[in-house]
């Protein structure tokens, strides 16, 4: 048990539309991450977020956003989603500059 | 997306067996992560390594950050079946949480 909880656990969307995938953080931790997995890959950063800012972002289009909240929960916001953007989305959690811990996963299917 | 160079791919190994991977990058990273994934689930983080040299055991797990920090290599010793599953390595520039995650290797254990 990391005690960083993501919701909903499945999740099955249509092209075209939009989702949002939820992360709680470990109690303590400040800095939320966001990776995307896909079948048989290494999870890839999406981006970062840190006191409620956006700190670092990866090679993903702008319809992927977020948002932390005061108590450093996160969303992450995928818009238009295409075919391609199902995976395993994961949220890690981390007081900054220290070892990130990881969250069960949404398994993202889009059809 | 960039990923590390982690080998080997999948091992297959009998009960009690040692068994080694490795890790290696074009860039020079200030902590090196262990985690194992389970189908389905996020990450767990094993090992975190912090200085170049630096040998860091947990339980049956051995993991060594290597001297010009381009590379790390985990080994398991006396391997049991609850050993099975996916084990990423990943990188960690200072002053960033951004992790950017080996290719993988999957490890059966045959009783």
């Known amino acids: 048990e990391t005690g960083v909880t993501q919701s909903p656990t499945h999740l099955i969307k249509t092209r075209g539309q939009q989702v949002t995938l939820r992360c709680s953080s470990q109690?303590?931790?400040?800095?939320v991450s966001w990776y995307q997995q896909a079948l048989g890959q290494g999870p890839q950063f999406i981006f970062q977020y840190y006191r409620e800012e956006e700190n670092g972002r990866g090679n993903f289009p702008p319809r992927f956003s977020g948002l932390q909240f005061p108590n450093y929960s996160s969303e992450l916001n995928v818009n238009a989603l295409e075919l391609d953007d199902s995976a395993l989305y994961l949220c890690?959690?981390?007081?900054?500059?220290?070892?990130?811990?990881f969250g069960q996963g949404t398994r993202l299917t889009v059809v | 997306g960039q990923q590390l160079n982690q080998s080997p791919q999948s091992m297959f190994i009998q009960e009690g067996e040692d068994v080694s991977m490795n890790c290696t990058s074009s860039s020079i990273f200030n902590t090196w992560l262990w985690y194992k994934q389970d189908p389905g689930e996020g990450p767990v983080l094993l090992i975190a390594l912090y200085k170049a040299g630096e040998l860091t055991s947990n339980g049956r797990l051995t993991a060594q950050f290597g001297i010009t920090r381009k590379d790390s290599f985990l080994n398991i010793s006396a391997s049991i079946p609850s050993d099975v599953g996916i084990y990423f390595c990943?990188?960690?520039?200072?002053?960033?949480?951004?992790?950017?995650f080996g290719t993988g290797t999957r490890l059966q254990v045959f009783p």
């Open positions: 109690s303590g931790h400040n800095t």
């Open positions: 890690a959690s981390s007081i900054r500059n220290t070892e990130a811990f």
């Open positions: 990943a990188g960690q520039l200072y002053n960033t949480d951004k992790l950017i």
